[in-house]
T-cell receptor, first 112, second 112 residues
Framework: EDQVTQSPEALRLQEGESSSLNCSYT??????LFWYRQDPGKGPEFLFT???AGEEKEKERLKATLTKKESFLHITAPKPEDSATYLC?????????????FGKGTTLSVSS | NAGVTQTPKFQVLKTGQSMTLQCAQD?????MYWYRQDPGMGLRLIYY???????DKGEVPNGYNVSRLNKREFSLRLESAAPSQTSVYFC???????????FGPGTRLTVL
């Protein structure tokens, strides 16, 4: 069964304290791993897509990496505005409608 | 471009009432999706439409129906609402088979 597990469920950081979020996946035929950011009361906002092991992508203080079993979202010197829930999702080769399978998310709180 | 829009933003129903959630996108995307998001469960796929004129069931379709009215619009109908359908509903779209999905702002539904 295809599934996505994110850890930790919640993470509290001080401003400037770098850390990483984990996304472990089991999927038959990965056709993309996606990271989204979701602010309270809003829809998920697309951040990155990774397709193959070893691939990395960066955007401001965020860097996403991918291995054959997991992905990491590294947050360097976070600011309070980085506080949000970060969602990881995968697309499997045989997934109906090429829809996404989502993890439950990691809620990040950054305090100043 | 407005992107993906959803109406209404909030709705309260009594058990047994019916309603339709509306979704529209102005990005000329082929595929559209309906998800529900519940605490501790992550986003789960209800129905999807791979292209205009087609619809298919996702992971949790029971109690729902959908209509792909045209390329822009994809509606979700609850024929007889139940308290278990209390959730936040998100519509999403994507241009081609392997692209990322873009989400709307969501509809928060409460069934009493």
């Amino acid at each position: 069964e295809d599934q996505v597990t994110q850890s930790p469920e919640a993470l509290r950081l001080q401003e400037g304290e770098s850390s990483s979020l984990n996304c472990s996946y089991t999927v038959s035929g990965l056709r993309g791993l996606f990271w989204y950011r979701q602010d309270p009361g809003k829809g998920p906002e697309f951040l990155f897509t990774l397709y193959s092991a070893g691939e990395e992508k960066e955007k401001e203080r965020l860097k996403a990496t991918l291995t054959k079993k997991e992905s990491f979202l590294h947050i360097t010197a976070p600011k309070p505005e980085d506080s949000a829930t970060y969602l990881c999702a995968v697309r499997a080769l045989n997934q109906a409608g090429t829809a996404l399978i989502f993890g439950k998310g990691t809620t990040l709180s950054v305090s100043s | 471009n407005a992107g993906v829009t959803q109406t209404p933003k909030f709705q309260v129903l009594k058990t047994g009432q019916s309603m339709t959630l509306q979704c529209a996108q102005d990005m000329n995307h082929n595929s559209m999706y309906w998800y529900r998001q519940d605490p501790g469960m992550g986003l789960r796929l209800i129905y999807y439409s791979a292209s205009e004129g087609t619809t298919d069931k996702g992971e949790v379709p029971n109690g729902y129906n959908v209509s792909r009215l045209n390329k822009r619009e994809f509606s979700l109908r609850l024929e007889s609402a139940a308290p278990s359908q209390t959730s936040v509903y998100f519509c999403a779209s994507k241009p081609t088979e392997w692209d990322e999905q873009f989400f709307g702002p969501g509809t928060r539904l409460t069934v009493l």
